[in-house]
């Protein structure tokens, strides 16, 4: 038996370790860089998912749910039409129901093995950001590659991994949103291109190859070029928006071709490639068009036409090159002749089609017009707003921010001195500029742009190596490991180090408390609410809700049949977790109709912007309102900012509303003090009073002008005393706001400075077990302003308040404020989410002393918190010695009128009758019941009572509600107001300032 091992030709020395190391080090490297990814932005789903309900976190996302829910339903076809949101018109789904709701719709479906429930459909939405985000790390890393090779390509993996940017943000468990699609869809269609681009200059394929049908050479240029186009195409598919990339394409073709020829080169392969992709992109947009407009939130003519007008304008180029060859022209003019014939187009379209040329300008400004004045839908909308701080591009991308500009120098350097320099380069440059504009004018354009600053700072590395001459085939030198260890920690160390970073964004994930909130508050109006198309007639509902409705401009509501009013970025989760129709939702549509309800002056014209819009058989009914609505604090989650910029019955602004005092100490702490407009506007009438009438108090904010070191004119807290002043009557301090220009009555917490008159229409029906004083934003500029009001609170020992205490946390500490004091800031319970209804209210009528005053008053309570208040109302009595007024809240009768039958089944419910008195203090009083039929106007007869005998008020005691009007406790019993905790382990402070929160507000 032969022991002969051969020769060392056929047994060739085993490959040592350093060889395994160099060949295979970008795999394990990338692994490593997917499998953090992925575990950073998924690690926190627990927190998603809430008595085995899962949330989201954001808006956008439930609508994403609803659409991927409907693929389901109905696979794999996407909603044509949805009459669920924007009452009454319904809406188009435009960039949902794309793409990307058909994919993981299609996941659901194999995962639930062909019937996946809607918990499994949830479970793949929630999950679906963090996979997206992290299979973005290969295209990331064969970018890199292309640009500097291997160790390019794991530096750009490595960076996209460490980035706290925008997309790490958009990629988390539950932020079920396209953006996340969008970069990973955009980088893939870049490199799809850079890959099509070197095969064009590698096979050099020209005109006459076409005419000849030579299909063996051309197979590659047009295969990869086709590839391109079908990737830009999976790109617009998901987001009809991503013409971006269109415009960034057709600069870049535009700017390369010019810059091919003038040096004397032939622009016709890569004009070869450029026509074949947007062809392509074309032809494949021509199978999802669904409207013949031009819009870019849509699948419109505007995706086919530019992807058609960049091809004609490649092939264009690549014949004006021949001609001004072939007629021995200078080269340089070549430039000058394809500006002139753009300015000519230009011009031509402005003067022929005046419209659409302003169109594509304020497209182009909006998009990459960094100075470009928002408009009222982009500063309410927060990733529209530009980007204010260019620190934060610094502390999302560190280093290497300032590595790919570095790398961007040196690609174009390159450019002017090598003439055979790459394309693919020039083209990461191009995007590179137009992502970093557009992140400067949209803040939602930075989801884009880690991507570009990995790719260029992988140039930078790649150039850094090859000055080092590194290379494990020669050895390595002590500097050259000192030198790219350095490169190393200066890359990666910031993006480690510092704040935010990638590790610490990750582990923050979570859907906060608002999704939580309004669910509760959503999951009672959809078990103590008629169906849609069951109002006022019982039964069940008509409006299926995964049905097909076909596409129209405006969609016929049936009898019974209602909406849902609320400020527009709540619209989306009204449709998925109450299945009801919103007026109003993201898609900015109704939000104008929203602004003018909730900052509407009056009742009447409230009902007047309802009226307009309601249907003969189908009504708003319903209003929900959380504490951030009637919130004036921006930097607390407070968006009471947002609706007068859309407000168009007048012309007002946020300053009409509320106005700032400064601390004279700290101008960096600050009050936000109020006008009678803002207490009269129906979102604080319905949030804070409940409909009832509101007297003022005897308080009196007061400032002073001061000016600051830079000479800005500020008000500032007056010299010696504090900004809120008491006095012992309205009388006293009415004479002092008439001495003091620089002061008013009223304008802080819940108390106005004129009496605000009870609504008729409008009753509270239900709310969310959640408080706003569950959230640390609230209280801290709570807290805040009643210490410039000198209302006495302390912090907390042991954490947790006393009796008669409100407790207010703030992250990992907790302030105690007294009922009393607190029942002055918030007037009733500040439960986060209040649901009201809409009701034509019942009419009392009565006989009194002519030309006295009537008022009305019940006790209520909140059977979901155990909250009571008092609604009151007064009329006025004519000379006839009769009176009447209508009232929103019933007394009897709550179980004749309840769901089945087609209305609310209302949680909050009277204690007590009304009582009605000539004068507050009793003397010619009585009682009347108002029933549930009246207040719906099932039953037109009016309560009836007299007040001309005397002595009766002694009789109905039971209901003197002259005490407080707001108490919490599971038993309805009064307390002195809301009461955070029940431990004795905190002492009354009365001081008269507030301990200052751990967190203080930025100015």
Known sequence: ???????????????????????????????????????????????????????????????????????????????????????????????????????????????????????????????????????????????????????????????????????????????????????????????????????????????????????????????????????????????????????????????????????????????????????????????????????????????????????????????????????????????????????????????????????????????????????????????????????????????????????????????????????????????????????????????????????LSAVAVGYVVRWTDFSFDEGVAAYEVITIASVVLILFGTLVLVSPTAMAVGSTAGPGQEPDAWSESLDWLQENSPEEGAYGTGGNGSLEYYGTYADRQDYDYSEGEYGVMSWWDYGHIITVQGERVPNANPFQQGSRTAANFLLAPNETQANDVLETIDEDDAKTRYVAVDWKMANTYGQGGGKFFAPPRFYDVSNVSSSDYYRTVRSRQDPRRYMNYRTQAYYESMVVRLYEYHGSAKEPQPYVVDWEQAQTRSGQTIRASPQGSSVVRPFPTMEAARNYTESDATSQVGGFGAQPGERVPALEHYRYVGSSETSAYSSGAHNQFQLIESAFAGLPSQRATGGTCGANQTSMPIGNQTYCMPDGAASIMDHTEPTWTKIFERVPGGTIEGTAPADSTVYASVQMRNNVTGETFVYRQRAEVGSDGTFEMTVPYSTTGYDEWGVEEGYTDVSVRAQTPYLLQVTENGSGAATTQVTEGQVLGEDTAPATVDLTGSGSGNETSANDTSGTETTTGTDGSATDGTSGGTDGTATNDTSNAVERPAVEPAP
């Open 1 to 455: 038996m032969s022991h002969s091992r051969g020769t060392s030709a056929e047994n060739p020395e085993p490959e040592s370790t350093l060889d395994r190391v160099k060949t295979w080090y970008h795999v394990p490297a990338l692994l490593l860089v997917f499998g953090f990814m992925l575990w950073n932005r998924a690690r926190n789903y627990a927190s998603y998912i809430v008595d085995g309900e899962v949330l989201f976190s954001g808006t956008d996302p439930w609508y994403h749910y609803r659409s991927t829910m409907y693929v389901v339903r109905n696979w794999p076809a996407t909603m044509p039409f949805d009459p669920w949101t924007y009452f009454p018109y319904g809406n188009r789904s435009g960039q949902f129901g794309t793409l990307m709701d058909q994919v993981f719709g299609t996941i659901a479906i194999v995962v639930g093995l062909g019937d996946p429930s809607a918990h499994t459909v949830a479970m793949v939405a929630l999950f679906a950001p963090p996979v997206m985000g992290a299979l973005a790390a290969i295209p990331t890393y064969y970018v890199g590659r292309r640009l500097a090779g291997r160790i390019g390509g794991v530096t750009a993996a490595g960076i996209l991994a460490l980035s706290a940017g925008l997309f790490l943000q958009r990629s988390l468990v539950g932020v079920y949103d396209h953006q996340v699609a969008e970069g990973l869809l955009q980088v893939t269609s870049v490199l799809a291109v850079m890959v099509a681009l070197s095969v064009g200059e590698r096979d050099k394929p020209v005109y006459e190859q076409f005419l000849d049908r030579d299909v063996p050479a051309l197979r590659a240029t047009v295969g990869y070029s086709m590839l391109a186009g079908l990737a830009i195409s999976l790109y617009l598919w998901t987001w009809p928006p991503a013409v971006l990339l269109l415009g960034i394409l057709g600069t870049f073709f535009l700017l390369w071709l010019t810059i091919e020829f003038v040096r004397g080169k032939s622009p016709e392969h890569t004009a070869i490639v450029g026509a074949v992709t947007m062809g392509t992109v074309a032809v494949l947009q021509l199978a999802v068009l669904q409207r013949l407009t031009i819009s870019a939130t849509d699948h419109t003519l505007l995706q086919v036409l530019l992807a058609a007008a960049v091809a004609l304008g490649c092939a264009f180029m690549a014949w004006l090159a021949r001609f001004v060859e072939a007629n021995d022209y200078d080269r340089n003019f070549y430039p000058l002749i394809v500006g002139g014939i753009l300015a000519t187009l230009a011009v031509v379209t402005a003067v022929l089609t005046p419209d659409l040329f302003s169109y594509f300008v304020d497209q182009v400004l909006r998009v990459v017009g960094f100075t470009q004045s928002p408009s009222a839908t982009q500063t309410s909308v927060g990733e529209a707003t530009p980007l204010r701080d260019p620190g934060r591009l610094y502390q999302y991308h560190g280093l290497a921010l300032f590595a790919a500009i570095l790398g961007a120098v040196l690609v174009l350097f390159n450019q002017v001195f090598d003439r055979e320099a790459s394309a693919e380069r020039f083209l990461v440059v191009v995007w590179f500029a137009f992502i970093l504009a557009a992140s400067f004018t949209q803040i939602r354009f930075g989801v884009y742009l880690v991507f570009p600053v990995a790719a």
